[in-house]
């Protein structure tokens, strides 16, 4: 699949006979990139799922492919009936990429309100953990904030994975939060 020009992207998210690793090296081998970002913001949730999939693996590929499309990406986020496949495709994008400036409040406040929604995909939850823990760490008062709210969810999930992500973040902010000065 990966010498074939021209994919069309399309026809190959009809099926689910896809291997989303394999597509995205085609994807980016054929510079289809832009088409495939349509497909991902489509209004067909399959489709939607789907495109956002392989975008992901072209995200592992080659990150700086994407960059052009951050924005369009946590745009996306404001549409209020994304399927969670979408959301957490989206977010586990931003776990490791910096999130542009002029959308780190945004970005910040969407994943406050992902990480404290029990009803929300484990996964969603905690990828926008990372990214909440990525954007506070310059802020000790947002820090702060993450790890009162870390303490709450640690006391009422029932989830052991959630439990342990959480442990594993306020690790992070121990670690991030600036040290007192002995005397």
Request: hydrophobic residues 40%; proline residues 5%; aromatic residues 6%.
């Amino acid at each position: 699949m990966v010498a074939e020009k021209n994919i069309n992207l399309s026809q190959a998210f009809e099926t689910r006979d896809f291997k989303a690793p394999e597509l995205a090296k085609a994807v980016l081998l054929n510079h289809q990139e832009k088409e495939l970002l349509g497909l991902a913001l489509d209004s067909d949730q399959v489709i939607s799922n789907r495109a956002m999939w392989v975008l992901n693996h072209c995200a592992d590929l080659d990150a700086n492919r994407i960059k052009p499309f951050q924005e369009k990406l946590i745009s996306h986020l404001k549409n209020k009936h994304l399927h969670s496949g979408v959301v957490r495709s989206i977010l586990r994008m931003f776990r490791e990429q910096p999130i542009p400036k002029t959308l780190e409040s945004f970005m910040l406040d969407k994943c406050f309100n992902y990480l404290k929604n029990p009803a929300e995909a484990i996964a969603v939850r905690v990828f926008a953990m990372t990214i909440v823990l990525n954007i506070s760490k310059p802020y000790p008062e947002l820090l702060n904030e993450l790890s009162i709210i870390l303490h709450h969810i640690n006391a009422n999930e029932e989830s052991p994975a959630m439990r342990a992500r959480v442990r594993h973040t306020l690790k992070e902010i121990q670690k991030t939060k600036p040290k007192p000065n002995k005397l």
